[in-house]
């Protein structure tokens, strides 16, 4: 999923409406991806993109920093993150959810991994039938959560 990831997350932030909740549910389901900002500055190689930062173990962890500050935020990072996985899931690439007590990747295989960097990647994902059907349903829900919080 590409675009989705946003209206996933602040579909989440609706739970406990409000700015701050936003950007932070925001922070936390992007926070998985921020290993492709260490492959794109050259500290790792191509094939460290959806590896540790989509494992449980690490959702928990940073869940559980998180914790030391507010327990509540704390819940909100943790389904932030997995709903980060269970958007990527989708893709052909597979995410190894348990590692370091595993290597096994995990997919449903919904739609081919186009990459996670640039135009390319982009338009090959947006190509793809079901790309729309799960972005689309993820609108949905963050529109019908706008409507229950609005009502």
Same mark, same amino acid.
């Given at each position: ?5 946003? !209206?996933?997350? *602040? ?7 409000? +700015? ?5 549910? #925001?922070?936390? %389901?992007?926070? +998985?991806?921020?290993? /492709? #900002? ?7 190689? $191509?094939?460290?993109?959806?590896? &540790?930062? %989509? /494992?449980?173990?690490?959702?928990? &962890? ?8 507010? $327990? %509540? ?10 709903? %980060? ?5 989708? /893709?052909?690439?597979? *995410? !190894? *959810? #348990?590692? $370091?007590? /595993?290597?096994?990747?995990?997919? *449903? ?17 947006? @190509?793809? !039938? ?8 993820? #609108?949905?829900?963050?529109?019908? @959560? ?6």
């Amino acid at each position: 999923m590409q675009a989705g990831h946003v !209206p996933l997350a *602040l579909a989440i932030a609706t739970y406990d409406w409000s +700015p701050e909740m936003g950007v932070f549910c #925001l922070g936390m %389901h992007f926070l +998985p991806n921020a290993d /492709s #900002l260490v492959v794109k500055a050259g500290f790792a190689k $191509p094939d460290f993109h959806c590896t &540790v930062t %989509h /494992s449980i173990l690490f959702a928990l &962890v940073v869940s559980g920093i998180v914790a030391l500050f507010s $327990p %509540h935020y704390a819940i909100f990072a943790l389904i932030a993150i997995l709903a %980060h996985y269970a958007a990527d899931i989708g /893709s052909t690439v597979g *995410l !190894p *959810l #348990l590692w $370091p007590f /595993s290597k096994k990747k995990f997919t *449903l295989a919904f739609f081919k991994d186009t990459g996670y960097w640039g135009w390319q990647m982009l338009t090959g994902y947006y @190509r793809q !039938p079901m790309a729309w059907v799960l972005e689309g349903a993820v #609108l949905a829900f963050f529109i019908y @959560r706008l409507y229950v919080i609005s009502a």
